[in-house]
């Protein structure tokens, strides 16, 4: 079982060494600002990845490629996009995609030798490097709530036009 507390200060560590002002996110931003930190490309494509996969991060000589699933809920897409990105700043090493992925899945993604992390349902949830992942997306969340910048992910609060006045009188969004 994943103690979040050992794990904590870790990601807490990776989170805050950032220094990201969250008062001013917005998704591309945040990607950029992880680019320009590590001095390395990230390259974020739309795959519809096969056996169930949301995601995957392959680290190429060049470049961090993120390959996510395109027809899930935005807050889902976004969810595992920031997912990948976790293991990105916490320097994971990620698991053999070669033994888990098929050869044209492979080749699809230009995997040749190098590791990566897939997200799926239920595979490799269990890792000590996932429950880290989740627990950055976790952070970075409450971080966003507290800079009031928890809709650049989830977007208005409602959709119903009648209902945006009381909603917005929450100030939930602001």
Excluded at 46 to 60: E, I, S
Excluded at 112 to 123: D, K
Excluded at 143 to 170: C, F, N, P, W
């Amino acid at each position: 079982m994943f103690d979040i507390q050992q794990h904590l200060p870790t990601v807490q560590a990776a989170l805050d060494g950032l220094a990201y002002d969250f008062a001013q996110f917005e998704i591309t931003d945040f990607v950029r600002h992880i680019e320009t930190r590590r001095q390395r490309p990230i390259i974020i494509k739309d795959d519809p990845l096969t056996d169930g996969w949301f995601g995957a991060w392959v680290p190429l000589e060049t470049a961090d490629y993120v390959f996510l699933r395109p027809h899930v809920h935005r807050a889902h897409y976004l969810h595992n996009l920031l997912h990948e990105l976790a293991h990105i700043v916490l320097k994971h090493r990620g698991i053999d995609l070669r033994e888990v992925l098929d050869v044209a899945s492979l080749a699809k993604l230009g995997v040749t030798r190098s590791g990566g992390h897939l997200r799926a349902p239920g595979r490799f949830r269990d890792t000590v490097e996932d429950g880290q992942a989740e627990l950055f997306v976790y952070l970075l969340q409450g971080y966003l709530v507290q800079a009031h910048r928890l809709h650049e992910l989830y977007g208005a609060i409602t959709s119903i036009e009648h209902l945006k006045r009381y909603m917005d009188g929450l100030d939930l969004n602001s």
